[in-house]
């Protein structure tokens, strides 16, 4: 897409939307004869350009100007692509709605009274309104794969350490990936064969190389064998969703492939989302104990250095996010870390264990990638709490947890709003994972619903 075409475009969207946080006046490029010279980007608003405002949707780092770029940066603008936009986000990564930013709220393009999700919400929205070529997100918990079922476009987490996290500003080290969006499954492994590598400034990048393999993606889905995720299943009540998910089994099976249904221990995976909350909290406590006004961020007024500490991070983090300060800050206290952090680290360490038993006979694990179309902003709410939606809106969390890779493609519509399937692969298994996203691609032959901005 030209460059200057993507950057009116969402300034048009931008009003109705509040997708973007900066978008430039003029586009970003390192090259213009780059392999990728025809792609437009955006980026999420944690991932760092230098000299441009990257707040991380948060109020304390609403005047931070990095000067460096993220390793994920140089690498697309040595591949020829033009930067033209910083994309909302909940504050700090920290959500899944796209609600809760200093920057106000992110409106789904193709139903403004619906949430876009989060927490890279307004990078989904964009690409749902079909402004840029790619979005650059994060995916602590399932932060690129929701937003992409809500949106209607593809939504994909590599294996952790598969895209350098340099110059990104964390939620939770041990659970963040680099994620991006695109249009189409091609377009999303021509990405990652750019963007993926080494990194000597990121020690939990992979050295492994990743095989280029987009050239040899094609829809034959004989012999691939497709595991079903039954729990997630069971807990969906909206037959809709059913609905679609069997219209797509069977046209696998049609197609040659081999469907099986696995579950889970049911009181393990219960644990999934309170075992998220204790060790992505405790994480970002300790990352983000330098944003004190002092270190990083907007310094408030106080008579000595502890209460201009207390009043930089009062005014500057919303209470949602001190609140997940204050759980995380808890579970770390020495008097409590055997009780609560170490416990869900031996949680967590079952949940792997469990997802790579479910992974020993088949090819992917597959699901819907939430219960149902994205939940109104004002109104319907998801309950994390309720049974119904403990399994059903988490469980991607556990490509996380593993740091396995996982994405999710559209797989229909419910009342004029898109839902997706998520796809999670073993440990590197990048290609497998994006083989099979392409033949069920295929398969689906998605009709996207019209943005109305």
Not at 268 to 275: D, E, H, N, S, V
Request: hydrophobic letters at 40%; one cysteine or more; proline letters at 4%.
């Amino acid at each position: 897409m030209d460059s200057k075409l993507s950057i009116k475009r969402l300034k048009a969207i931008q009003p109705a939307t509040n997708a973007c946080i900066t978008i430039f006046d003029e586009p970003m490029q390192a090259m213009k004869d780059g392999p990728l010279s025809t792609w437009s980007v955006a980026v999420k608003d944690n991932i760092s350009i230098k000299g441009e405002l990257t707040t991380a949707g948060t109020a304390i780092l609403a005047n931070y100007r990095p000067p460096f770029h993220a390793t994920v940066i140089q690498r697309l603008l040595d591949q020829g692509v033009s930067m033209v936009a910083k994309t909302a986000l909940d504050e700090l990564g920290m959500g899944g709605s796209g609600l809760n930013s200093f920057h106000g709220i992110v409106r789904n393009p193709l139903n403004l009274d619906y949430q876009a999700g989060g927490s890279s919400s307004g990078s989904a929205a964009i690409m749902a309104a079909k402004a840029v070529d790619m979005a650059l997100g994060t995916d602590t918990g399932d932060s690129v794969r929701k937003p992409a079922s809500f949106c209607g476009i593809v939504g994909i987490k590599p294996t952790y350490g598969r895209i350098s996290r340099y110059g990104v500003i964390p939620y939770a080290s041990s659970l963040d990936h680099v994620g991006y969006f695109t249009h189409n499954v091609k377009d999303g492994a021509i990405a990652l064969e750019v963007m993926a590598g080494y990194d000597p400034k990121d020690p939990t990048s992979i050295a492994q190389p990743l095989e280029a393999f987009s050239h040899l993606l094609s829809d034959d889905l004989k012999g691939k064998h497709i595991g079903i995720f039954k729990n997630v299943v069971d807990h969906i009540h909206d037959e809709r969703t059913k609905a679609l998910l069997h219209q797509l089994i069977e046209k696998i099976e049609t197609a040659g492939g081999n469907v099986s249904w696995i579950s889970l221990d049911e009181t393990l995976l219960k644990a999934m989302l309170p075992t998220y909350y204790v060790l992505a909290n405790g994480e970002a406590s300790s990352n983000h104990a330098n944003l004190n006004g002092l270190h990083f961020g907007v310094q408030q007024a106080g008579d000595d250095i502890t209460e201009i500490m207390e009043h930089s991070r009062t005014k500057g983090f919303s209470r949602a996010v001190r609140k997940r300060m204050v759980m995380g800050g808890y579970g770390l206290l020495q008097a409590h870390q055997e009780a609560i952090y170490f416990k869900a680290l031996k949680i967590r360490r079952l949940l792997v264990e469990a997802l790579d038993q479910a992974l020993e006979d088949v090819d992917v694990l597959v699901a819907p990638a939430t219960s149902s179309k994205a939940f109104l902003i004002n109104g319907e709410s998801n309950d994390p709490l309720s049974l119904n939606h403990l399994i059903s809106e988490n469980f991607m969390v556990l490509g996380n947890f593993s740091g396995y890779p996982s994405m999710t493609i559209p797989m229909g519509n419910i009342d004029d709003l898109p839902i997706g399937i998520n796809i999670t692969a073993k440990a590197f298994d990048e290609k497998g994972m994006f083989m099979i996203a392409y033949a069920l691609e295929q398969l689906i032959d998605y009709q996207a619903v019209q943005e109305v901005v």
